[in-house]
């Protein structure tokens, strides 16, 4: 249910952008979204197809690159990835240290938009 | 057709508004927790707790937030302690507060002197947690009778918070409640948080956080 939140603040920032940029209909929004914001895709296309109707933003794809969680270790200097967020365990795989830094999987970014 | 770069962060405004609530919150010398954790955990309960315990020695505040009603403001003003209720139905039955929210509610407590102030989320164990709140401490909570695959099952919530409460720990003894997987997947998950089990049968189990929020207060045992 965040996605309408998620939604609604992604309007605001990217009819912003179309003043300024003088875009008058926005064809494709590019996110980047970390696996660790527990985002589903569908809702967030689904919220953001209700709250656009009547604006800049109506009949735009939205493309979600998901990025996955990469970590790395400052003790050993290993850097790893997760697959899958179910069975994270945040600490290293090699050593076993828990101070470990998230690298990437954070990330909530509108890369770019398109349109005409 | 043109592309235009932006690399903005979606949260950015929000963001931007838990800046300023923290920097007027420490301005104001008030230490925020953000209290999260499923509904019916008891974290309404807890907070009644904390207040009977500490509102002789520090003045405290609350802030309500549920879809509908007033039922938990009504809970905790009987107690003589200023709240305030969010209710999100007006704003599309959002599942968790922001900091807008915050940001409109501390309005009404600015004419009060406040050491702590206890913000009581939606209950939820997805959405709050990604929205800052402007808190100093963020607090997850979950109970014996949600079941035990809880923490594995929403590992961002568990992920991001500085302390872990498992609640109606007394209830173990009637149910299959594997607590030591519960620990384990909680130190896998989130290795630095604290971890506190609790009953408000044995009222003594909340003085741990007693002691965290008193000592973030500089009040020394």
């Known amino acids: ?116 | 057709m043109k592309k235009v770069i932006l690399n903005l962060d979606i949260l950015k405004e929000e963001n931007i508004i838990a800046k300023k609530n923290r920097k007027y919150f420490s301005q104001n010398r008030i230490f925020v927790v953000n209290l999260m954790g499923s509904p019916g955990c008891g974290k309404t309960t807890l907070i009644e707790e904390i207040i009977k315990k500490i509102k002789d020695k520090l003045k405290i505040a609350v802030i309500e937030g549920d879809i509908a009603t007033v039922k938990d403001a009504r809970r905790i003003s009987k107690l003589k302690i200023p709240v305030v209720q969010i209710n999100t139905e007006k704003v599309g039955n959002a599942c968790h507060l922001n900091a807008g929210m915050i940001r409109k509610a501390i309005e009404s407590l600015k004419s009060k002197k406040i050491d702590i102030l206890i913000i009581e989320n939606i209950g939820n164990l997805v959405c709050p947690a990604e929205f800052d709140l402007g808190e100093n401490l963020r607090i997850v909570m979950t109970s014996v009778t949600e079941g035990d695959d809880k923490v594995a099952k929403y590992p961002p919530m568990f992920a991001n918070c500085d302390i872990v409460i498992i609640s109606k720990i007394d209830l173990i003894k009637y149910s299959k409640y594997n607590l030591k997987q519960v620990e384990k997947d909680i130190r896998r998950i989130n290795p630095k948080a604290v971890l506190l089990k609790i009953t408000t049968k044995r009222k003594n189990t909340i003085n741990s956080l007693i002691e965290i929020l008193m000592r973030e207060k500089g009040y020394a045992d």
């Open chain 1, 1 to 116: 249910m965040h996605e309408y939140s998620i939604a609604e603040n992604l309007l605001k920032i990217i009819e912003k952008q179309c003043e300024t940029h003088k875009i008058k209909k926005v064809k494709k929004i590019n996110l980047k979204i970390g696996v660790l914001k527990a985002v589903i895709p569908d809702s967030l296309e689904f919220a953001f197809e209700l709250l656009s109707k009547g604006t800049v933003l109506e009949g735009a794809k939205l493309a979600i690159k998901s990025i996955p969680l990469e970590v790395y270790c400052p003790k050993c200097g290993n850097k790893f990835n997760y697959e899958n967020t179910f069975e994270i365990e945040l600490c290293c795989s090699k050593c076993k240290n828990t101070d470990i830094k998230i690298k990437s999987g954070n990330e909530f970014f509108i890369d770019s938009i398109e349109g005409e």
